[in-house]
């Protein structure tokens, strides 16, 4: 029922009111409220980003402070691996010297440069670890390398020289030239077969010209038709367990296993004639008659002479 005066302003078919509009004053009070909540949305991004600017910079200040110091740290390690390399023995240090050269190596530099450049040893390259019986096989070039190769070629010639001439031992080598004693090793075996491969095919046997060129003063007075001086050595092995090969391999000069050589010079001191070495057991006589140097001395001309030791019986051959 309606009240007297009134109108009726709900019927079924109109909605129902929606929720009241705000008034002007509270929606600029929302606004004011929400742009005071963005400033300071603002204000902490800002501090964050300027909190995390100045620990970029504090951590780039310190990284630049450590490369600072790691840099003068290269410097004094490169300054005392200077000092280092100087007192190591390098081919680069003593290649100006001959004198030195020539006591380590028996070679000057002018010899020096001969026989390196008949190694045919090419730059950059490794020579075959596995180089044995073939020239083929010594000649073969292994790419890449480990630590087994930071010397370079020629301070592994001059080690290999120098354990050669003056029978340096491997640790004292190592010492020497900075390497492990391993290191040493594999060097000398591999440069010890190249050297056999490269330099075995070369004859070494004189012209008696050159015999008679060389020859010292005291030989020409007193043996002036000497033309080779021959001997045995005998090189101690270590005992093998075979009986059979340790019966071939004692020999009763040395009481101790041996392999056995023939070996000559000429009256200068110059190494002529190289044999193979043989069974400790094996006689003076038998070596000589296999050694092959029978056929070399056929060539010498007559008149001349074979020096050797009294104890040494090979007159009828």
């Known amino acids: 029922r309606l ?17 009241r509009r705000p008034s002007h004053s509270e929606r600029l009070a929302v606004g004011r409220a929400r ?12 501090r964050a980003k300027a909190a995390e600017v100045s620990a970029e910079q504090k951590e780039l200040l310190v990284c630049k402070a450590r490369i600072k110091e790691l840099e003068c740290q290269v410097a004094t390690l490169r300054s005392e691996a200077s000092k280092l390399s100087s007192q190591l023995f390098r081919f680069r240090n003593i290649k100006d010297n001959d004198t030195q050269l020539e006591f380590l190596t028996g070679l000057n530099l002018e010899i020096w440069k001969t026989v390196w450049d008949y190694l045919q040893v090419s730059p950059g390259n490794i020579l075959s670890e596995r180089a044995a019986s073939t020239e083929q096989q010594g000649r073969k070039i292994a790419r890449g390398s480990g630590s087994s190769f930071v010397l370079s070629q020629e301070d592994q010639l001059l080690m290999t020289l120098m354990r050669l001439r003056l029978g340096r031992l491997q640790e004292e080598l190592g010492y020497n ?15 010890t077969n190249f050297l056999y491969l490269r330099l075995a095919m ?5 012209e008696w010209e050159a015999v008679a060129a060389t020859m010292p003063e005291s030989f020409k007075r007193l043996y002036p038709s000497t033309y080779i001086i021959l001997d045995a050595t005998e090189l101690r092995c270590e005992v093998p367990s075979s009986l059979s090969l340790q019966s071939q391999l004692y020999s009763s000069y040395k009481s101790h296993t041996t392999l056995k050589g023939l070996v000559g010079i000429a009256p200068n001191g110059m190494f002529t004639f190289l044999s193979q070495l043989y069974t400790g057991s094996i006689s003076d006589k038998q070596l000589v008659m296999e050694s092959g140097i029978l056929s070399l001395l056929d060539s010498v001309p007559p008149g001349k002479c074979v020096m050797a030791d009294c104890g040494f019986d090979i007159q009828d051959l």
């Open 3 to 19: 009240r007297p005066g009134s109108y009726p302003t709900l019927f079924s078919f109109r909605p129902p009111p929606g929720p």
């Open 35 to 46: 742009a005071v909540e963005l400033e300071e949305e603002t204000q902490l991004r800002e």
């Open 177 to 191: 030239f900075g390497v492990s004693e391993t290191t040493v090793s594999r060097i000398l075996k591999m440069w």
């Open 202 to 206: 070369l004859s070494i046997w004189p």
